[in-house]
Each structure stands twice: as C-alpha cells, then as structure tokens.
C-alpha cells in the first residue's frame, strides 16, 4: 500500500555534528522523529575514527539526510535512495541528481546582522568570509552588503589572499591585520560564523584595536562555547538550524512513503540575533576605559581595587570613575561587584563546589559579606540560587 510503511525506516544521518550548525539540525530531526515517526538512524559524523556506512544498501538504508559532509556523497548516490540535503546545494546539485534540499536563507542572515547594527550611529562596515567560497558563505556577505547599500552605506569585503593563507591561519591573520588596521573607524563587522568572529577578536587584541570601541563584532551560528568564553562576549546571528532539521525530516518521510515523487526546495530563516558585549557599543570608546574593563575581566577573581583599577587606567581614580560613569552609568567598585556576581551564579549554576569555596575564588573576602549581598540582588540565598538553577531540577 502506497504511504505505508511496513518496517521501521533506516535513515543514514550525514551530520557535522562537531559544529553547532549540524548539532541543531541533529535535535531538529530527532524532535520530528519523537513526534511523528520513530526511524532506526546511523549518525556518520565527520570525527576523527568516526564510523563510516560504506554500504548504504547492505544496511538496508530507507533515505538520507546529508549536511555539510560532500564526501558522503559516494555513498549516497550509488544507494539511488531518497535524499535531503541540508544547506550548500551548489555543492550536490550536480553531483546528485533526484535530490530535495533544505537551506538555510543565508542572505536573510546577513539582512539581520545589517538590521542589528542599522541604527546605531555606524558609517562603516565591512564583512569577514569563511576562508573558503561556500555558498552560504558568500551569500551571507551579499545579504548583508545589500541591506547596507539599501541605506546608501558601503560595505568593504575581506579576501583571503590565496591558498597558503586558506590553509595557514598565521599568514591569513597577518594579511587580516592590516586589512582592519586599514578600515575605518568605528567600524561594525559580520563574520561568516562565530569562529572567523573568534578570529577576527584575537587579530584586534593583538594588534591594539578595541573590540567593541572601534570595532563592533557580529558572528553567526550563536555557538555558546564560543561566544560566552570571549572577551568581550561575542554577539551572533542564530539560524534556525533546528527548524531546518526538523523540515529535512518531514520532507524525507514525505519522500520515503512516496506522498511527493518531484524535488522540493524549501528555505529556513533566522531564530534570533543575541546581542553581547561585542556590538554593544555604536561609538569609540575610550581607550582607557576599556583597558580597565579588561583588567576587571582578568582579575575580578582576585583582590583587586578601584586605585588597582585606575592605576592599569593610567589616571587618576577621579578620572577612572568619571570614564567608568560615562560609559556604563556607574562606579568602578560596581563593575567590579557585577563581574564578581555574574562568575558567582555561574559556579553555582555549573559546579557542586561548596559556597565558602566559591565566594573566595570569585574575589570575595567575606562568605558574610558575600551571602548578605547576593540576598539582596537576588531575593534569594546562594543555597536557593543554586537548587532553582540546578540542569537536575529545571525541568522539573
């Protein structure tokens, strides 16, 4: 009967789950399958000794989804089964015929970082690539070029300048150097994703340019681990990568049961833009005020003062706290309690540590002192914070 299954589908899943990308699109899949269909999946990522499915019909594969991986595709078409692709369709098109793609809406993507830094007071941009011509890669540049140039403002391209330096990131980042010592300043820059964005930060700190006082910093894919262990934190595009897998799985069961016989192309957008420290500013900031945000950052977890503060400052403390006031509206010692009390939750939230412990390695010399203050930022004891906050009982 023609829409039935009569055994459980074997779906091979060709995912680069090492990116955050093909982890979503992964639980993408996974919610389509714990709705609707269970299947019985082979996950083939592209780790290091990870298993390969050389024969997709000794397996007795039903379909495939494949992301990011074109090296599956040897597999794939000699199976002749029905296949999603996932992003990149310049990649299969002509190498793997009858084939349905799902993809991500990659100038959109640019349109929103545009839209993020639109209105900020910005007269430059300038746009960051993959070091290699993916497609999304470079449509994602021209999304976002084009909403710029929709306002009359120009947006200045990087290019990696050849193989070498595609292949070496210590010649790439020398020539990236000079190229953003070069643009002009203050200038709001989007990377094609948050590890070029990573890239882009450790280039400007070493090189004496502040990130976000002359350059405000946007990346793509909103990967946590990297994003929240920036300094400054890093802003990003998120994809609804999660969508897009959960539509790949619905188009192939669609395919499998045989319900649609032609090709279908369908698009996925953005989920959000989550806004960090990295694009937090729209005009230069002063250099000395950020030297002492950074030595807050570094040592917050230690015994430091405001006259340690203004003396890395180079100035006077009055000049210290005035900078400090005009910048984020509030005092030097109130910086350096909020960076103490954000790294406080943290290690409530992700560790079992005792409290005594903590309070001490977050800079605090009184656990008193400590456990008065956060009642009275938080409404709550630290012991309360944590059992709310636990991942054992927040779904609970």
């Known amino acids: 009967m023609e829409g039935v299954f009569q055994k459980t589908p074997n779906v091979a899943l060709f995912l680069a789950t090492n990116e955050k ?14 709705l609707h269909t269970p299947w019985n ?27 990011r991986m074109p090296e599956a595709l ?41 839209e993020a830094f639109l209105g900020k007071g910005f007269g430059h941009f300038a746009y960051v690539p993959d070091v290699y011509d993916w497609d999304w890669s470079a449509l994602r540049g021209q999304g976002f070029a084009m909403r710029l140039a929709a306002e009359g403002l120009p947006c200045a391209h990087y290019r990696c300048p050849n ?6 990131w210590a010649l790439d980042q020398k020539h990236l150097a000079r190229w953003l010592h070069d643009l002009p300043k203050p200038v709001a820059i989007l990377a094609a994703h948050d590890a ?19 350059v405000a910093l946007l990346g793509v894919d909103n990967d946590e681990m990297i994003c929240e262990n920036t300094t400054p934190t890093l802003s990003s595009v998120q994809p609804d990568f999660e969508a897009g897998g959960y539509e790949a799985a619905r188009l192939l069961e669609e395919l499998m049961r045989g319900n649609t016989r032609r090709d279908r192309n369908i698009c996925y957008g953005v989920k959000q833009v989550v806004l960090r420290e990295s694009s937090r500013f729209a005009h230069a900031v002063d250099r000395r005020y950020l030297r002492g945000l950074e030595f807050i950052r ?9 006259t340690d503060v203004a003396r890395h400052m180079g100035v006077s403390r009055r000049l210290s706290e005035m900078l400090f006031r005009r910048h984020v509206g509030h005092s030097i010692l109130d910086e ?46 630290m012991s309360q914070y944590r059992k709310r906050r636990s991942p054992s009982t927040s779904g609970t």
């Not at 999946?41 to 992301?67: F, K, P």
């Not at 570094?298 to 405001?306: D, E, K, R, S």
């Not at 909020?338 to 656990?367: A, H, M, N």
Request: one cysteine or more; a positive charge; aromatic letters at 6%.
């Open 196 to 214: 070029r964005a990573r890239q882009i930060l450790e280039t400007c700190h070493g090189n004496g340019l502040n990130v976000p006082g002359e």
């Open 298 to 306: 570094l040592n917050a977890g230690t015994a430091i003062t405001v």
């Open 74 to 114: 040897r597999f794939v078409s000699r199976a002749r089964i029905p296949t999603v692709v996932m992003d990149s369709p310049a990649l299969y098109t002509d190498r793997l015929a009858n084939t349905s793609f799902v993809t991500s809406d990659s100038e959109g993507v640019g349109r929103a970082a545009a």
């Open 336 to 381: 350096i309690q909020d960076v103490r009390l954000s790294r406080l939750k943290t290690f409530l939230c992700e560790t079992t540590l005792p409290i005594g412990t903590i309070t001490w390695q977050c800079g605090y010399q009184s656990e008193n002192h400590v456990k008065r203050v956060f009642k009275q930022k938080t409404g709550l004891t």
């Open 21 to 34: 990308a093909g982890r979503d699109k992964f639980q993408g899949v996974l919610r389509y399958m714990r």
């Open 41 to 67: 999946i082979h996950l083939v990522e592209n780790g290091v000794g990870a298993q390969q499915l050389v024969n997709l019909n000794a397996w007795g594969v039903t379909g495939a989804i494949v992301a």
């Open 163 to 168: 193989d070498r330096a595609r292949k070496d």
